[in-house]
Structures are given as structure tokens and as C-alpha cells.
């Protein structure tokens, strides 16, 4: 049971590229989440899926653009990256039928130069 | 808007020792609470989730408490070990449903001595 997988890992951005990051859920879960992780800032919610089909902003959505392409993948796209999203980036599911208890992905690394 | 408090920022205790985490928050108003764990350069994993009807959780060393009406939560671990050496994190869930959001405390950084 691979939980909630992103890629990439790692990924390094010249301002102005652009690209998308890829979440996956194998755990029929309906709602998922996109974060970052900042120091000294904590996690900030920056999209959110409740349920295949829908979107709704976090608190920092300015710069992303999601989308929720069936109910086991939601992805974020940086349309041109910006130093200011140098971060790491977290995908959660959430088990809302059940516990409520949020699974997190591994993240993924980007640096924007 | 919620705000969520973790206190201290960074901790550190020799190993056996009893510890405890703090987390408050502005807004009373919640549907849950959760404590998450995150080891360098990993994700985060769920330790213990408290629903806001629920005065605590249990799950081996580890002890949740909360208190609605003062906005606060503690993490409760005893006898530490090196192997919990982790950063800590409190996050404090809004309305159950299609709306449900974490709102989450910067985290307290533990490190057990051996």
C-alpha cells in the first residue's frame, strides 16, 4: 500500500519555468491538500480538493493552479515560477468517511533561481 | 482566522525523561486536533487525532489532551528515547465536511539525548 506518492523528489526552476507537481492517493480517500513548508512559517494550506471535480483556494493560492483530475490524483502547477515558491511542497488525503486523519506525501524539493 | 501556538520551539532532554508539548489556539471554535510528527527531510505522520467532543487520546507513550474552552492541547511522552527525536507539530482542524482545513502550529523541535 504506497499511501500518497508525489514527484518529483527534487526539482530546480529558472524564474519564469514553469511546472507541475504530481500527487497520487491509492486510499479512495475523496478530499486532498497542497501545502508548503516554509521555516519559520510552518505548513500553509494552498489548495484543497473535497471531492473529484471540485477545487477551492487555501491561504495561499496566488501563483498555483490546481487540478483534480480523477479522485486518486491532484496536481499543482506553478505556471512561472517565482524565487518567492522556493519551498517544499506537501500532498495530503484525507480520510473523511472515517477518521479524518490527514496522510501526507514524502514532499518535494523545488528551488526557484 | 485560527492561530495555532507551539511552545517551546525547540526542546531538549536527556532520554528517560517525561516531556511535555504545548499547542494553544485562538478560535475554540474546532472540529478536531491533530499531532504530527516529521522527521528531517520527510513527510508528516499522524500521531494522534482528537475529536473536539474528546478530552484525550492514548496510543503507547504517547498522551493527547485537550481543552476546548481554554484553546489548548498538550502532548504528553514518556520516557523518552533518541528515537523520538523529531519535530512536533499541532494542527488544529476547522468544520467537519467538504470545508475541513488544518490550520497548523510552527512545531517544536524535541531532540532526546542519550
Known amino acids: 500500500n504506497a499511501g500518497v506518492t508525489q514527484t518529483p523528489k527534487f526539482q530546480v526552476l529558472k524564474t519564469g519555468q514553469s511546472m507541475t507537481l504530481q500527487c497520487a492517493q491509492d486510499?479512495?480517500?475523496?478530499?486532498m491538500y497542497w501545502y508548503r513548508q516554509d521555516p519559520g512559517m510552518g505548513l500553509r494550506l494552498i489548495y484543497y480538493s473535497a471531492s473529484e471535480g471540485t477545487t477551492d483556494k487555501g491561504e495561499v493560492p496566488n501563483g498555483y493552479n490546481v487540478s483534480r483530475l480523477n479522485k486518486r490524483e491532484f496536481s499543482l502547477r506553478l505556471e512561472s515560477a517565482a524565487p518567492s515558491q522556493t519551498s517544499v511542497y506537501f500532498c495530503?488525503?484525507?480520510?473523511?468517511?472515517?477518521?479524518?486523519?490527514?496522510?501526507f506525501g514524502p514532499g518535494t524539493r523545488l528551488t526557484v533561481l | 482566522k485560527q492561530e495555532v501556538t507551539q511552545i517551546p520551539a525547540a526542546l531538549s532532554v536527556p532520554e528517560g525523561e517525561n516531556l511535555v508539548l504545548n499547542c494553544s489556539f485562538t478560535d475554540s471554535a474546532i472540529y478536531n486536533l491533530q499531532w504530527f510528527r516529521q522527521d528531517p527531510g520527510k513527510g508528516l505522520t499522524s500521531l494522534l487525532l482528537i475529536q473536539s467532543s474528546q478530552r484525550e487520546q492514548t496510543s503507547g507513550r504517547l498522551n493527547a489532551s485537550l481543552d476546548k474552552s481554554s484553546g489548548r492541547s498538550t502532548l504528553y511522552i514518556a520516557a523518552s528515547q533518541p528515537g523520538d527525536s523529531a519535530t512536533y507539530l499541532c494542527a488544529v482542524g476547522s468544520s467537519g465536511g467538504s470545508n475541513y482545513k488544518l490550520t497548523f502550529g510552527k512545531g517544536t523541535l524535541l531532540t532526546v539525548n542519550p
Open positions: 486510499m479512495n480517500h475523496n478530499s
Open positions: 495530503a488525503s484525507r480520510d473523511r468517511g472515517g477518521t479524518d486523519t490527514q496522510y
